[in-house]
């Protein structure tokens, strides 16, 4: 007996980081859900919001802009934290901004009171319990399968918007949006409470043999933020995050109002953007994928394929507003939101690694909050100055296709 024991233990303790990496990916992947849903949602009440006080697109469009770009602007004081405080603090602050931030908006008139909650305290709390801590701690786990991994959480993206995009439709029909947000702010700080009795010791130390392989790394590349933008590939993957999000963030806001303005009815249409969280975590798996087998330039290049092809058919929407090209759409453009992500990340993790890694990816991410918020306010704009969607859809077209070109000419990136 005593010779197996230590078998046994040797054994145990794989199969025990093993599980323990699982429940931290569940759980990174559960406040993806409720972060990305709960932001993505305000598609939905754009147009309810618009017509109870008479605002413009441009106007209730900013509220979304402010969301995106608070999250930017927040991301490497995140990671700053996140590297000097651990994932506790970090998830549980964005938790309390997010109800709080819900709770207020509820009750808000004025534009500059939306802007306030639903803007920043909405954005910056996305933030904190989004792709930048839930990267820095995936990444003590699981190491080289961290784009997998990634992509499991970038996932989530798509399923919070299948799940509360059509949800936030209901709670409007039945409660009205102020309503609706009430029972969000709740909600929110309900799950606080769970939270906080988590073993955030034991998920924060990481595997023990990625821990060893991690110290060496530090040692042998323990990058500076000021180090890291010295390096050409600090900003190839900024301009990458800048552009792309531009792209998409200039449709994606008014994708529900876009559809119904062509004729699909209201509960139709946001059902129908939401199901894009079906397709996308077949893309965002599909991507990473392919990563293992052809490559990151190739799929990457193949993600901005499918994303122009959907773009293409959301312009003919308004001429053939019919299931089929809504389908496409829906596949193609839907599939691909936030799909090069988790790549994204990994080569982030990978070429800038070492202790301050956190910081330094959430200046990277820095370009996909400032893309965002310039996409979605600039999209409202485009809309409001032409009363038409197509100079909007040839903007979104030209800023996807910047987002690819560092993968077309950046050594670091082409490799």
Known sequence: MDKNAPREDTLAKPREAARTALHV????????????????????????????????????VS????TALAGGLASPLIGRLFDYSGPRSVYSLGLLLL???FLFAANASYLWQFQLSLGLCVGIGIAFIGNVPNSILLGR????RLPTAMAVVYSATGAGVLILLPASQVLIDHVGWRGAYQIFGGATLVLLVPLL??????????????????AADVADDGWTLSGAMRHHAFWALFSTFFFTAIGMYAIAPQVVAYLIDAGFPPLQAA??????????????????????????????LLSYALSIVGIVLFW??????????????????GSMIGSRGPLLSATAMKLFRGKRVGTIYGSISIGSGLGSAFGSWSGGLIHDFSHSYNPLIAFALVSVILGMIPFLVVPALRR
């Open 25 to 60: 990916l569940a759980l990174c992947f559960a406040l993806s859900v409720l972060g990305r849903g709960l932001g993505e949602s305000f598609t939905v009440f754009l147009l309810p919001i618009s017509e109870s006080f008479g605002w413009d697109r441009a106007q209730v």
């Open 63 to 66: 509220v979304y802009s402010l």
């Open 99 to 101: 109800g709080g931030a």
């Open 141 to 144: 786990w699981f190491g080289p």
């Open 197 to 214: 009795i988590l073993p955030w010791r034991l998920f924060s130390t990481g595997s023990p043999h990625l821990a060893k392989s991690a």
């Open 271 to 300: 059902t129908a953007w939401g199901f894009s969280g079906v397709v996308l975590l077949f893309g965002m798996l599909g991507v990473s994928w392919l990563d293992g087998i052809i490559g990151r330039r190739p799929s990457v």
């Open 316 to 333: 003919l929407l308004q001429w053939y507003p019919n299931v089929w090209i809504l389908t496409g759409f829906v596949v193609c453009f």
